[in-house]
């Protein structure tokens, strides 16, 4: 079934109707070629409580489609602690995968860093340009996983800066090929409770300097393994998720 964002004031106060317009209403009608009593999904733009609101469709005019209440489902499909990941900015076009994939796993914020070992150097004009694809990835990943939120991709940030904005968050960690001791790691996720946020550090490419890591550990971000493999830098951000995912579902 499709799922798909409303802004608030798109449904009635009792939820009966609901009206899909702009791109979603094309989308809709000319790309899924949707029809008259078949249903869909929506979930409220900010609404983080999580209903997920079933319609049908009972008429598609030129400028909308309306669709009348089937039922309410409540309960989130968010996980029940907040995920940040902290992106070391990627070489190519990795960034959109790692935001879609992040998305699909659960991830609350994308924060793009520019670390020392970045190959990607991105002016205030690419910025913009770029955080407009990737919301757009995000929104996509949200309705494709039928997240109750879509999760923000914020402005490219320096090391010191997303360090500075994780300063309050209950749970930091920084996956370090040179950390080790699995057990270690492994309490420190089994011991991550429902409601703590939690900010999640991925290097580039090149990894972390050591200047970075030592930053890091000053301001009690904790270096954890991921294993006795090298992995790539979207690979290290998806297995760190999915194995918070596990925990915080289970």
């Known amino acids: 079934?499709?799922?798909?964002?409303?802004?608030?004031?798109?449904?009635?106060?009792?939820?009966?109707?609901?009206?899909?317009?702009?791109?979603?209403?094309?989308?809709?009608?000319?790309?899924?070629?949707?029809?008259?009593?078949?249903?869909?999904?929506?979930?409220?733009?900010?609404?983080?409580?999580?209903?997920?609101?079933?319609y049908e469709i009972e008429n598609i005019n030129d400028n909308g489609v309306i669709g009348k209440l089937c039922?309410?489902?409540?309960g989130s499909q968010e996980l029940p602690s907040k995920i940040y990941l902290f992106q070391g900015l990627p070489k190519v076009d990795k960034m959109e995968l790692i935001i879609q994939k992040a998305v699909e796993l659960g991830a609350f914020e994308i924060v793009p860093m520019a670390t020392k070992r970045c190959v990607v150097k991105l002016d205030e004009k690419k910025s913009q340009s770029k955080i407009k694809r990737w919301q757009a990835i995000a929104e996509a990943a949200?309705?494709?996983?039928?997240?109750?939120?879509?999760p923000n991709v914020h402005m490219p940030m320096t090391m010191k800066?997303?360090?500075q904005y994780?300063?309050?968050?209950?749970?930091?960690?920084i996956p370090y090929e040179n950390a080790e001791h699995m057990d270690e790691?492994?309490?420190?996720?089994?011991?991550?409770?429902?409601?703590?946020?939690?900010?999640?550090?991925i290097g580039p490419e090149g990894g972390f300097s050591d200047e970075e890591v030592e930053l890091c550990k000053a301001n009690d971000i904790k270096p954890i393994t991921l294993g006795k493999?090298?992995?790539?830098?979207?690979?290290?951000?998806?297995?760190?998720?999915?194995w918070l995912m596990y925990h915080l579902e289970g």
């Open 1 to 54: 079934m499709y799922h798909f964002f409303v802004e608030s004031n798109q449904i009635t106060s009792d939820f009966k109707n609901v009206e899909i317009t702009g791109k979603d209403f094309n989308h809709i009608a000319n790309v899924l070629r949707m029809k008259v009593g078949e249903q869909f999904s929506v979930s409220i733009r900010g609404d983080e409580d999580g209903k997920e609101i079933f």
């Open 71 to 74: 039922f309410i489902e409540e």
């Open 142 to 150: 949200a309705k494709q996983s039928k997240r109750a939120i879509i």
């Open 161 to 163: 800066e997303a360090v």
């Open 166 to 173: 994780a300063k309050d968050m209950d749970i930091k960690l």
């Open 185 to 201: 790691t492994k309490k420190l996720i089994e011991g991550i409770k429902p409601g703590e946020n939690i900010a999640v550090f």
């Open 229 to 242: 493999r090298i992995l790539r830098t979207e690979t290290a951000g998806f297995t760190i998720i999915s």
